[in-house]
């Protein structure tokens, strides 16, 4: 069965500071593994992915996430924080043997304070 | 590309009423498009997987007869919530794969449904 933790459903940062959110999963296949942000009633945008390969991935608006497999971790983090990153986010676990379903964490409320 | 549409954005209905919910594929055909609910301050919960030209699959706990989703084109799903009461007022969003080895969801906008 596939899981999704995200540590701290809130987190403050101020404007310029890192930003870390944490995700850790559990699968018993290799996962594929994202983080999207939504902002207040919209949809969910895709800020990156890991399928396979390099487990350095880079996404959209400078953010960035490791894979690390002995650690069963998926971490999102970027240098600087900006206003308008201030959003919800949310990592998600999929796997092929699961048809493809996307299970989501409980998500993590970005607050950037200026 | 990879756009996905969901008509309407918002809808307040009376409880007891149906209301239809399409969700689009723009620029690319979906050969499975699902669709998800979410609540206030939680995350997505899936409803059900629908892939075109059969029927849907739903998760357990998902009344089937009363989320009905249609799957009839490549481009377009549609969710109807029957008979609709208050504790159906929710957040409901889908999201178009395609088919391949790795299949990406492309999620809709979003649609605000309150029902009175």
């Known amino acids: 069965a596939q899981s999704v933790t995200q540590l701290g459903s809130h987190v403050s940062v101020s404007e310029g500071a890192l930003v870390l959110l944490r995700c850790n999963y559990s699968?018993?296949?290799?996962?594929?593994l994202f983080w999207y942000v939504q902002y207040p009633n919209q949809g969910l945008q895709l800020l990156l992915k890991?399928?396979?390969?390099?487990?350095l991935v880079k996404g959209i608006n400078g953010f960035e996430a490791e894979f690390k497999k002995s650690e069963t971790s998926f971490h999102l983090t970027k240098p600087s924080a900006h206003m308008s990153d201030a959003a919800e986010y949310f990592c998600?676990?999929?796997?092929?043997?699961?048809?493809?379903?996307?299970?989501f964490g409980a998500g993590t409320i970005l607050r950037v304070k200026s | 590309g990879a756009v996905v549409s969901q008509h309407p954005s918002r809808v307040i209905c009376k409880s007891g009423t149906s209301v239809k919910i399409e969700c689009r594929s723009l620029?690319?055909?979906?050969?499975?498009m699902f669709w998800y609910r979410q609540f206030p301050k939680q995350s997505l919960m899936l409803m059900a997987t629908?892939?075109?030209?059969?029927?849907?699959?739903?998760e357990q706990g998902v009344e089937k007869d009363k989320f009905l989703i249609n799957h009839a084109s490549l481009t377009l799903s549609t969710l109807t919530v029957t008979s609709a009461h208050p504790e159906d007022s929710s957040f409901y969003i889908c999201?178009?794969?395609?088919?391949?080895?790795?299949?990406?969801?492309?999620f809709g906008p979003g649609t605000r449904l309150t029902v009175l």
């Open positions: 620029d690319f055909q979906a050969t499975t």
């Open positions: 999201s178009a794969t395609t088919s391949g080895v790795y299949n990406e969801q492309f």
């Open positions: 699968s018993s296949v290799p996962p594929y």
């Open positions: 629908s892939n075109e030209g059969s029927k849907a699959t739903y």
């Open positions: 998600a676990v999929s796997a092929l043997e699961y048809g493809n379903k996307l299970v």
């Open positions: 890991y399928t396979t390969g390099a487990t």
